[in-house]
């Protein structure tokens, strides 16, 4: 195995676009730091990483809290050089506006909004005096209009979006690429599956290519990183061909 020369942080390394974001760019040579709420249960995706000879540094994470974030970006900076940065944490609720309590709304915006900006501010620290790097933001069909039921998810990643557009304006002339990322579509994860039984009585089972696969989104990511700084992409929606839009 050769070791790494720079190194990835994955905020928000669930089960499906997390990990799959993960193992995309340990291909690609990456030291990976991941991390979620409940570290213990990246134990599986790190032992899959390390034995296809890539690296994976699995961590217990709250997103929300500071000096937990700038511990986590510190840690990974010092291990090789923080060129990227991804910020995946969901928070995807939907609850009647008369039963959204004010815990649950400011829950959601912790997630969603507060916790992107901690982890972007905490990797420009690290990148901006090297003049380089690439912070990434997972957004939502909620980033851009609101729904029934959405008004905490929504107005949450509204402002996820109004953080990553502010800091590609301010980073971008020193040559950090920050990019939005807008899922419009469900992915194939077993909760989407789950819910389109629920509500519509099916096995769950998609059509060919109905829904995204995870894979396919963290080669998007990875694209995302390879591109020259002369077109970069800020904003970009992703969703499969027989989505309705």
């Known amino acids: 195995m050769i070791e790494p020369s720079a190194s990835v942080a994955v905020v928000g390394a669930g089960d499906f676009i997390g990990a799959a974001i993960a193992r995309r760019f340990a291909a690609g040579g990456y030291a990976v730091f991941a991390g979620r709420r409940n570290g213990d ?32 970006m510190r840690e990974a900076d010092a291990t090789a050089p923080l ?6 944490v969901g928070a995807n609720v939907n609850f009647p ?3 959204t309590t004010e815990r649950v709304f400011r829950k959601v915006w912790e997630m969603a909004c507060y916790a992107g900006f901690l982890t972007g501010r905490e990797a420009a620290s690290r990148m901006v005096p090297r003049g380089r790097g ?7 069909t909620a980033s851009m209009r ?3 039921g959405y008004a905490a998810f929504a107005s949450a990643k509204a ?11 301010e980073l971008g002339p020193q040559n950090i690429h920050v990019a939005h990322l807008v899922i419009d579509s469900g992915v194939d994860t077993a909760w989407v599956r789950e819910r389109r039984r629920a509500r519509g009585g099916t096995t769950g089972e998609p059509e060919p290519d109905e829904l995204m696969r ?7 990511y990875w694209q995302l990183h390879q591109q020259p700084r002369d077109a970069w992409t800020h904003e970009l929606d992703l969703r499969p061909y027989r989505e309705a839009w």
Request: hydrophobic fraction near 50%; include cysteine.
């Open 41 to 72: 249960k990246l134990a599986p995706l790190a032992e899959e990483i390390a034995a296809a000879g890539g690296v994976c540094h699995p961590r217990t994470l709250d997103a929300r809290k500071e000096d937990a974030v700038a511990a986590f």
């Open 83 to 88: 060129e990227v940065c991804i910020f995946n």
């Open 97 to 99: 506006l008369l039963e």
């Open 134 to 140: 690439s912070i990434f933001f997972t957004g939502a």
């Open 146 to 148: 609101g729904g029934p």
């Open 159 to 169: 402002g996820l979006r109004a953080v990553a557009q502010s800091m590609a304006r």
């Open 214 to 220: 995870p894979a396919s989104i963290a080669e998007t």
